[in-house]
T-cell receptor, first 112, second 112 residues
Framework: EAGVAQSPRYKIIEKRQSVAFWCNPISGHATLYWYQQILGQGPKLLIQ????????DSQLPKDRFSAERLKGVDSTLKIQPAKLEDSAVYLCASRVNTGELFFGEGSRLTVL | AQSVSQHNHHVILSEAASLELGCNYSYGGTVNLFWYVQYPGQHLQLLLK??????LVKGIKGFEAEFIKSKFSFNLRKPSVQWSDTAEYFCAVNTGGFKTIFGAGTRLFVKA
């Protein structure tokens, strides 16, 4: 089966610019997550969706980050305006009922 | 708040040495426990998981982990490591619902 697809793989922007990341989960996976992984740290949950509804966005910096999953399938994560500390890999994952998460390759963001 | 602690950030072993990576979590209720691995240049993937039953679980590539409820621990072990085990290992905890929290990770380097 096809895995979790993410794009772009790499993005370099200057601070205060905006960026958007896209994720297409594995077909049939109702739960979708966005994680932020800063170098040297473990993945930190930003937001999780169940179908097209938000389950948990308590860790999402809502003044600059937004995410949507309009049709319950693919999702976009946007940062506007970006800060230097947003430099990280943004991971998308989807989940099956067994609890296992399937991750995409990640989108590496560098903010200059 | 729930948290996951991994004791070692970096581990260096020679081939055929035994491996044990520590993981402790803070949560008093029922948990589902996971170890994920990220090989160089690849995405995160599941190594093994514990939901219930036998506290000693076996995963892929000869890895196993033991859940000790009284110690809130889920340590990862392998009797004899290979060069190909060089990777970053993440312990993760699901406390019910859909939220999965990750530890900071342990980077393992196996010398050939």
């Amino acid at each position: 089966e096809a895995g979790v697809a993410q794009s772009p793989r790499y993005k370099i922007i200057e601070k205060r610019q905006s960026v958007a990341f896209w994720c297409n989960p594995i077909s049939g996976h109702a739960t979708l997550y966005w994680y932020q992984q800063i170098l040297g740290q473990g993945p930190k949950l930003l937001i999780q969706f169940q179908n097209n509804g938000v389950v948990d966005d308590s860790q999402l910096p809502k003044d600059r980050f937004s995410a949507e999953r309009l049709k319950g399938v693919d999702s976009t994560l946007k940062i506007q305006p970006a800060k230097l500390e947003d430099s990280a890999v943004y991971l998308c994952a989807s989940r099956v009922n067994t609890g296992e998460l399937f991750f995409g390759e990640g989108s590496r963001l560098t903010v200059l | 708040a729930q948290s996951v602690s991994q004791h070692n950030h970096h581990v260096i072993l020679s081939e055929a040495a035994s491996l044990e990576l520590g993981c402790n979590y803070s949560y008093g209720g029922t948990v589902n426990l996971f170890w994920y691995v990220q090989y160089p240049g690849q995405h995160l993937q599941l190594l093994l998981k514990y939901f219930s039953g036998d506290p000693l679980v076996k995963g892929i590539k000869g890895f196993e982990a033991e859940f000790i409820k009284s110690k809130f621990s889920f340590n990862l072990r392998k009797p004899s490591v290979q060069w190909s085990d060089t990777a970053e290992y993440f312990c993760a905890v699901n406390t019910g619902g859909f939220k999965t929290i990750f530890g900071a990770g342990t980077r393992l380097f196996v010398k050939a």
